[in-house]
Nanobody, 125 residues
Framework: QVQLVESGGGLVQAGDSLRLSCAAS????????LGWFRRAPGKEREFVSA????????YYADSVKGRFTISRDNAKNTVYLQMNSLKPEDPAVYYC??????????????????WGQGTQVTVSS
C-alpha cells in the first residue's frame, strides 16, 4: 500500500496560481504512475492530469492543458500539480492517486488504486 497526502490547496482569485503537492509513503514511489483528479460539488470526479513512472510522459485534460503542469520528484516521493491562470470553473477537491506503471489508461480513475484524502481549491472571481 501507498499512503498519499495532498497539500497546497487554498483560496485564490481568478488568474492566480497554486501548486499542489502529493507526498507518498510506503512502497517504492517510482513503481507507480500518478494522477490528479478533481471533484466539484454536485459533479462527478474528473481526470485532470497524469504522469508516468519516470516522469517523461504527461497527460492533461483539455480543460487544463496549457495552464496546469504535472511533475514528480522520485527522490522526494512527491508529485506536483502547478496550476496557473486559475478559472472560476477550477474549484474542486483535488485528489492524487497511484496506478501501476504498466497501466494503459491514465485518464481512467478505475486504473488507480491508492487515493489521497484531497485538498480543497477555491477560486473567487
Amino acid at each position: 500500500q501507498v499512503q498519499l497526502v495532498e497539500s497546497g490547496g487554498g483560496l485564490v482569485q481568478a488568474g492566480d496560481s497554486l501548486r499542489l503537492s502529493c507526498a507518498a509513503s510506503g512502497r517504492t514511489f517510482s513503481n507507480y504512475g500518478l494522477g490528479w483528479f478533481r471533484r466539484a460539488p454536485g459533479k462527478e470526479r474528473e481526470f485532470v492530469s497524469a504522469i508516468n513512472w519516470s516522469g517523461d510522459v504527461r497527460y492533461y485534460a483539455d480543460s487544463v492543458k496549457g495552464r496546469f503542469t504535472i511533475s514528480r520528484d522520485n527522490a522526494k516521493n512527491t508529485v506536483y500539480l502547478q496550476m496557473n491562470s486559475l478559472k472560476p470553473e477550477d474549484p474542486a477537491v483535488y485528489y492524487c492517486a497511484t496506478r501501476s506503471r504498466y497501466g494503459s489508461r491514465p485518464r481512467s480513475s478505475d486504473e488507480y488504486s491508492n487515493w489521497g484524502q484531497g485538498t480543497q481549491v477555491t477560486v473567487s472571481s
